[in-house]
């Protein structure tokens, strides 16, 4: 099928330096069916101590393994799992602190980033993201010591909770060329904001600016879901955006600066996916998992432009 127009249509990243930008869906997108020849799994992570795996990324060094951890109220540590849910070693994290881990990332250097972003109430003071060098799952058990703490706040909340403005909570984050990028979760509208902080950030608090708002469409807040997972393909070419009702896939290769809307959408029947938390790309297929314990796969997300999941 075709993609949003005649001529591919990109997506940068840091194209959103200019404020205030809404990403637009494709027009004309209607009733979609199983993208031709996509193949796809459910499977289910075998470990009862994985109990709500909320961030998922594929290693660049190890085939076939994920990186995972567990939401707030776990110890701060690290599990790698295979893509069908098989747990292979598990590490713990010294020099971390686990108050709500959210998304994991990971970078060209083999350092993965442990983003301690949860902020439901908007009042966090004590936001972090930990590096730490990717340890090697044969070893099956020992630590690992965090290498540097990325600290921020958000630029533009002025106070803690800010009455009426619900929108500094992320819990998605993603590593591209040098920068971490963080996508909020709204609860009152269809949009998230977009922040970014130098992975070379040191222990002093940085200040998140924000780099814009992008509109997700789809009605209403509830319809369309919160942001809760992002990652990008080992090749730069492609972010998903992972979110309760559905996964909207966008094309950032080409020249900046123009943005455009998500090249695929793949809405989510919630009875059977349930609620989703983690997301990440394996080579051209995705894999994205429940606070549940299973791991859904698709193998061509992007054979179509609109489908749903699961097929039937």
Not at 52 to 74: I, K, P, Q, Y
Not at 116 to 142: M, Q, V, W
Not at 233 to 246: C, F, H, N, V
Not at 293 to 307: H, M, N, Q, S, V
């Amino acid at each position: 099928m075709e993609m949003c127009s005649a001529s591919r249509r990109y997506l940068g990243i840091a194209l959103v330096v200019a404020s205030g930008f809404a990403l637009v869906g494709c027009a004309g997108i209607g009733v979609g069916s199983e993208p031709p020849n996509a193949g796809w799994s459910v499977h289910r992570i075998d470990d009862g101590e994985i109990s709500e795996s909320s961030g998922l990324v594929a290693s660049r060094t190890h085939a076939d393994v994920f990186w995972t951890h567990n939401d707030s109220g776990d110890a701060a540590r690290l599990f790698a799992i295979t893509p069908q849910g098989r747990k292979l070693a598990e590490f713990s994290v010294d020099g971390a602190t686990h108050v709500d881990w959210e998304d994991i990332a990971i970078d060209e250097a083999g350092y993965l980033y442990l983003g301690d972003i949860g902020n439901n109430a908007n009042e966090r003071r004590d936001l972090a993201i930990y590096r730490i060098r990717e340890p090697d799952p044969a070893r099956r058990a020992g630590s690992v010591p965090v290498d540097r703490v990325i600290r921020y706040r958000y630029q533009d909340q002025t106070a803690f909770p800010e009455d009426g403005n619900s929108v500094f909570d992320a819990e998605s984050m993603l590593w591209h060329d040098g920068w971490l990028y963080l996508y909020t979760k709204h609860r009152s509208d269809t949009k998230t904001r977009l922040y970014r902080v130098s992975d070379a950030a040191s222990d002093d608090e940085e200040p998140l600016v924000a780099l814009g708002e992008i509109e997700l469409g789809g009605g209403t807040a509830r319809l369309i879901g919160n942001v809760t997972g992002a990652d990008i393909s080992a090749d730069g070419g492609w972010i998903a955006l992972l979110t309760y009702r559905g996964i909207l896939i966008f094309d950032r290769r080409g020249p900046l600066p123009l943005p455009a809307g998500p090249v695929a959408r793949i809405a989510l029947a919630f009875r059977k996916t349930g609620q989703v938390e983690s997301i990440a790309w394996l080579g051209e297929a995705l894999v994205f998992g429940n606070e549940a314990g299973k791991l859904f796969r698709i193998d061509e997300p992007l054979a179509a432009r609109w489908f749903r999941f699961p097929p039937h």
